[in-house]
Each structure stands twice: as structure tokens, then as C-alpha cells.
């Protein structure tokens, strides 16, 4: 089983940063493509960003391209994504979820295809 904990959400302005972090217990996380989503109350958890196993790709949705950035510190057991230029629309519980199987080479970007959460850290960016 993989554990994972989500930190470093908060309130912050418009136009400002934060930092996400996902920390894995019970097994590591390194041999894992890990995937970050979001959701608003009443709406469907959506695809932020995701990361093959080793680090070699990255894919984001439209939405984030160009502000968030998505990577991973294996020996840390840890994945990030550092969050730029924040809108109000950026609003939500951010979750970080790993992937079913090992070393996966592709990534994945809907929410059905993993199999390991966290249980969400709250984002929110005032106007």
C-alpha cells in the first residue's frame, strides 16, 4: 500500500506562488509516474499535471501550462509542483496520486486510471 500526504497549500494572492508537496509512506514512490489533480466542491477532480517514473516526462494541463511545474525528488521519497503566477480559477483541493504500476513510461491524466491518494491539501487564491 502507498500513503500519501499532501502539504504545503494555503491562502494566497493573485499572482503569487506556492509550493505543493506529496510524501509517500509505507512504500517508495520512486519506481512510480506520480500525477497531481484538483477539485472544486460539486465539480469532477480534474488532471493538473503528471510525471514519469524517472523525471524524463512531464505533461500539464492547458490550464497551468506556462505557471505550474511538476518534479520529483526520489531520493526523497517526494513530488512537487511549484505553482506560479496563481488565479482565483486556481481555487481547489489539490490532490497527488501515484500510478498503479512500475516504472511506467507514459503518463496518465485520468483520474480513474490511479489508484493511490492522498487525501488533498486546500488551495485557495483570492482576487
Known amino acids: 500500500q502507498v500513503q500519501l500526504v499532501e502539504s504545503g497549500g494555503g491562502l494566497v494572492q493573485a499572482g503569487g506562488s506556492l509550493r505543493l508537496s506529496c510524501a509517500a509512506s509505507?512504500?517508495?514512490?520512486?519506481?512510480?509516474?506520480m500525477g497531481w489533480f484538483r477539485q472544486e466542491p460539486g465539480e469532477e477532480r480534474e488532471f493538473v499535471a503528471a510525471i514519469t517514473w524517472n523525471g524524463g516526462t512531464t505533461y500539464y494541463a492547458d490550464s497551468v501550462k506556462g505557471r505550474f511545474t511538476i518534479s520529483r525528488d526520489n531520493a526523497k521519497n517526494t513530488v512537487y509542483l511549484q505553482m506560479t503566477s496563481l488565479k482565483p480559477e486556481d481555487t481547489a483541493v489539490y490532490y497527488c496520486a501515484a500510478d498503479p504500476d512500475l516504472y511506467q513510461t507514459r503518463v496518465r491524466v485520468r483520474p480513474r486510471e490511479y489508484v493511490f491518494w492522498g487525501r488533498g491539501t486546500q488551495v485557495t487564491v483570492s482576487s
Open positions: 509505507g512504500r517508495t514512490l520512486s519506481t512510480r509516474a
